[in-house]
């Protein structure tokens, strides 16, 4: 068994009601902060952790706290990012709903060490009963005198909210979210300003992810250091994974980072292999933008070294060979899916989610899933697939925000590992007009009839 | 762009109200423009799931906005319906790590048994079946939103359960 | 603080954007800019088309930057390098961006108002190609009356959010906005509400495509058939200086005076730019300065124009030739049907 940071007292029944929480050791992270620490030494102490956002981006969030501008004098607010809508994500879901008390525990010591006395729970606005769950918490919360004035004597105030959105991915880009708070358009802003100087209502904000958050009691309530211990190299702590697909058990994780991916695949105590007999055929580690692996390049790096659950295993190889740990939504393939559509459906998805401010995003992402379209119904021409590659090419980094990236990269990972597949459905039309076209017959047993092999 | 015009009754209850004036007491005074999001979730629950050109406006005046910015905002957001619906809106979720386990095929089902093509309301304004992007319960798949819950690990038996419970109304859709 | 762009240096103010800084320079390293608008607060960093190579990011920290930068909302730093028309990678970037604000454009430049002095025309002849990869069907929208004096195109749009930013920092009550989102975003009142702000004609001038064009100048006179004129008028509600477009001596148009960035020098009122169009109503200063390569000096040069012959006959029917050839397929006969289609060029 590896160590459980956030999920360790999942399992106490009642662990969702105030009591049973605090009972269990809740807000003790509270009580070391306000009473015997400085904000500074939170924010150091998290630093030394080396925590990194759990959002996808793996920024450092000691080092994000320190960025918050504390000379201007304007109110300081931190925003939880819980617009988790990544395909492929669903871990702080899971965290809210059974453990909600340490979401706000994390909240209240965060927002200790920024200096914010008014802080918000971004929401996604599907998550209504979690919102729900959420409130209550934070009235339980309240009445227990951990939130409001004067937290515990100690002269510091915090007014906690929730806040939900209203369906749009875009959202969980953190300017958007701050836009979406204002009760506007989630469009993203331009950067700079970064909202760590000018955020929510102009004022400086740090908005950091549910998982970040949570992480931030147990390395109050041990030490930074402890935190660093865990895991490996600069990927230290535990990371909660969401894993979906065609695995025997699907569901939510919490591994210490460094586990490999061979045993997080296999072992019982994790997924337990494949949901069936079918052999696997590819995967996503991080959630739907990142690059898709091979079977070929899952367990092993390209040069032949363990894949380990880290950030830096997993990008291993750039993106030629390797892929991202991003969000932590590991989907799993067997040879009964089709890449094609699998790409097509996540292009489908940013065509949907795509603000529509800037041209290469509103205009290549539409592009792209027309296209992708036609080739999974039989109507693809042989130059469609350096179309697609150009396409995508073009729309990454020339994007405001980082959707731009995440819709290109899962195109370009696609017809880089699996070519042959896109010139199938574009050669044997017949064969693939209906969707299920691979369940009989995987693709691994027509491949020869496309002429040039790849990778 | 394409907009048709439904009647809707208006009704602004206290208890709503006063759900309104909670919502809006967590933003700062002058930042009442905030609440946007949460008031309109409230107001279209209110109102048999969908905002009325009328509804947007009584939002404005509510929030003290201009309409254009109310009618932005929810047109920008998949969850806030601009038509009416149906009472029980089946919103399954049609994103890859569903589909890879059956979300088409179930969505497919629900649509024959029902007898509507998705995006379609039922004659008797019963039910309505839209395909969604990533609801967030990829492991958990084939899903659907029903109202403010998640029905999860679904399969035709179980669809065809719920649909039983809609017609005898044992469904909770919001939770007040 | 001095910054470099494509080798020229120029010192500026600190808070000056790349883009500034380059159009003080002015010539070639100007990038093209469809979104952003001096005059309009918060625009700018939408379109792409600006977008810069940062060589060296400051004296102090002489990292470059990884991303290419829009240059409208990137700062100056001193010792800037900015690598604009010179770099290879913007100049495919530019192509890029022209590329997609150009495949769902409806490309109706013959039946358009703003043909002549469109910022997509001229970004395209800059930067576009004169073939399309794309053969999707192009997204639509259903027209929209938005009143008596503007007329919306919709599908022509680009997004700037220029006039949204007119109707919010000119006047006090915005009736239009951006409505939905991603590839359908539109501009619209969503209740087909009349646009009648005093300063609503604003919109037509920082429009920089023809979604935008003047009602009662529609369809009347290509622009480089009318002479442009600054003009002006005492006006209680603007500046009342104008430019008025002039076809023999009938005032056929009036627009705010714009510059060479093709922005305008100072807002004008409708009812300068709609209600008066007789002679009598403005004091004409004289012709207003345009560049020499617009199309609107087409119509100031007395040259010899070499006739073209355009062989259009012959290669429509080489084409034809071509696809007969190619959807013939002699193995499958066609039924009674499709031969009668066939006899009437329906297949």
């Not at chain 1, 990008?315 to 390797?322: C, L, M, P, Q």
């Not at chain 1, 039309?429 to 299920?436: F, H, Q």
């Not at chain 3, 409505?179 to 009349?194: E, F, L, P, Q, V």
Request: overall charge negative; aromatic content about 8%; some cysteine.
């Amino acid at each position: 068994m590896s160590q459980k940071i956030l999920l360790d007292k999942i399992n106490v029944p009642g662990i969702k009601t105030y009591d049973v929480y605090r009972a269990n050791g809740g807000y003790a992270s509270v009580e070391k902060a306000l009473k015997t620490l400085t904000p500074d030494e939170v924010v150091e102490e998290v630093k030394t952790s080396g925590l990194r956002g759990r959002g996808g981006a793996g920024f450092p969030a000691g080092m994000k706290w320190s960025f918050i501008d504390k000379k201007s004098g304007k109110p300081r607010h931190l925003v939880c990012n819980a617009d988790e809508s990544e395909p492929g994500t669903f871990k702080d879901r899971y965290l809210m709903e059974f453990i909600p008390h340490l979401l706000i525990e994390g909240m209240i010591t965060s927002s200790y060490a920024l200096g914010a006395n008014l802080s918000y729970i971004y929401i996604r606005g599907e998550y209504m009963w979690v919102y729900k769950i959420l409130e209550r918490a934070i009235n339980e919360a309240k009445a227990a005198g951990f939130l409001g004035k004067n937290i515990l004597g100690s002269g510091f105030d915090l007014e906690l909210y929730v806040h939900c959105g209203a369906g749009a991915y875009i959202c969980g880009e953190e300017t958007a979210l701050i836009e979406s708070l204002e009760g506007k358009r989630g469009n993203p802003r331009i950067k700079p300003p970064f909202p760590a100087i000018s955020g929510l209502w102009s004022n400086p904000t740090v908005v950091n992810n549910v998982e970040t958050i949570a992480a931030v009691p147990w390395i109050i309530n041990n030490s930074g250091a402890d935190y660093a211990k865990i895991g490996i190299g600069r990927s230290t702590g535990t990371k909660l994974i969401s894993a979906s697909g065609h695995v025997k058990n699907p569901g939510v994780y919490e591994i210490e980072l460094g586990l490999s991916v061979y045993e997080f695949m296999n072992s019982d105590e994790y997924l337990g292999g494949m949901s069936s007999d079918r052999p696997l055929k590819a995967f996503v580690p991080g959630g739907s933008s990142v690059p898709v692996l091979p079977a070929n390049l899952i367990y092993k790096t390209a040069n032949g070294e363990d894949r380990l659950m880290t950030y830096e295993s997993l990008s291993d190889g750039g993106f030629a060979t390797g892929s991202m740990l991003g969000s932590g939504g590991f989907i799993v393939y067997n040879d009964t899916s089709c890449i094609v559509r699998n790409t097509w459906n996540f292009s489908r998805f940013y065509h949907h989610e795509s603000c529509g401010q800037c041209s290469p995003c509103r205009e290549g992402t539409g592009w792209m899933e027309k296209v992708l379209h036609r080739i999974e119904n039989g109507h693809g021409r042989e130059e469609d697939i350096d179309l697609l590659l150009s396409i995508q090419s073009k729309i990454e980094g020339n994007t405001i925000c980082p959707l731009g990236d995440a819709a290109a990269w899962p195109v370009a990972a696609a017809i880089r590992h699996f070519r042959d597949e896109f010139e199938y459905h574009i050669r044997f039309p017949e064969k693939i007009k209906n969707r299920d076209h691979f369940v009989a017959e995987p693709f691994s047993t027509v491949k020869h009839l496309v002429g040039i092999q790849t990778v | 762009m394409e907009r048709t015009f439904h009647p809707q009754e208006i009704n602004i209850t206290e208890s709503l109200m006063n759900r309104i004036n909670e919502l809006i007491s967590h933003y700062p005074e002058d930042k009442r423009k905030s609440a946007l999001l949460p008031v309109l979730h409230e107001v279209q629950d209110a109102h048999d799931n969908w905002l009325s050109l009328e509804l947007m406006n009584k939002v404005a005046e509510i929030i003290q906005i201009k309409p254009i910015e109310v009618y932005e905002v929810v047109s920008f957001y998949t969850m806030y319906n601009q038509k009416p619906v149906g009472k029980y809106m089946f919103e399954f979720c049609t994103t890859s790590p569903c589909c890879l386990n059956g979300a088409e095929d179930l969505m497919d089902y629900t649509c024959e048994k029902l007898g509507v093509e998705p995006g379609e309301t039922t004659a008797d304004g019963n039910f309505t079946v839209v395909g969604v992007q990533c609801l967030g319960a990829c492991g958990y798949a084939p899903m659907m939103q029903l109202g403010d819950f998640y029905k999860e690990h679904l399969n035709k038996e179980k669809i065809d359960l719920l649909i039983a419970d809609c017609k005898n109304d044992k469904i909770i859709l919001h939770d007040k | 603080m001095k910054v470099t762009i494509d080798g020229q240096s120029i010192e500026v103010e600190p808070g000056t954007t790349i883009l500034q800084a380059a159009r003080m320079i002015g010539g070639e390293v100007v990038p093209p800019a469809m979104c952003y608008y001096s005059k309009l607060k918060g625009s700018g960093g939408k379109c792409r088309c600006c977008l810069v190579e940062v060589a060296k990011g400051s004296e102090a920290d002489p990292r470059p930057m990884p991303k290419l930068m829009a240059s409208c909302v990137t700062g100056c730093m001193d010792g800037m390098e900015v690598n604009s028309k010179s770099s290879e990678r913007v100049q495919e970037a530019r192509k890029s961006v022209t590329e997609f604000l150009l495949i769902n454009h409806p490309l109706d430049c013959p039946v358009c108002d703003q043909a002549g002095e469109c910022d997509l025309q001229n970004l395209s002849f800059e930067h576009g190609k004169s073939q399309s990869r794309f053969i999707e069907e192009k997204r639509t929208f259903e027209p929209e009356n938005i009143g008596e004096n503007i007329q919306l195109h919709m599908n022509r749009c680009i997004l700037c959010y220029r006039c949204v930013m007119v109707a919010d920092q000119l006047t006090d009550d915005r009736v239009h906005g951006v409505m939905d989102r991603g590839d359908h975003s539109n501009i619209s009142t969503c209740i087909s509400k009349a646009i009648d702000n005093e300063f609503s004609g604003n919109m037509i001038d920082v429009c920089p495509v023809g979604a935008l064009t003047d009602k009662t100048f529609r369809f009347k006179s290509r622009v480089w058939f009318n002479k442009p004129y600054n003009a002006h008028r005492d006006c209680d509600k603007c500046c009342g200086k104008t430019t008025v477009w002039m076809f023999g001596d009938e005032i056929q148009r009036v627009t705010g005076r714009k510059d060479e960035f093709h922005e305008v020098e100072e807002f004008i009122c409708n009812g300068c730019r709609f209600d008066h169009k007789e002679v009598s109503d403005w004091i004409i200063e004289g012709p207003r300065e345009f560049e020499k390569d617009s199309v609107i000096n087409q119509n100031n040069y007395t040259r010899k124009l070499e006739t073209v012959e355009i062989a259009t006959e012959d290669q429509i029917l080489l084409g034809r030739e071509q696809d007969r050839k190619k959807i013939s397929m002699p193995a499958i006969p066609l039924d009674k049907n499709e031969e009668e289609d066939f006899k009437h060029g329906n297949i």
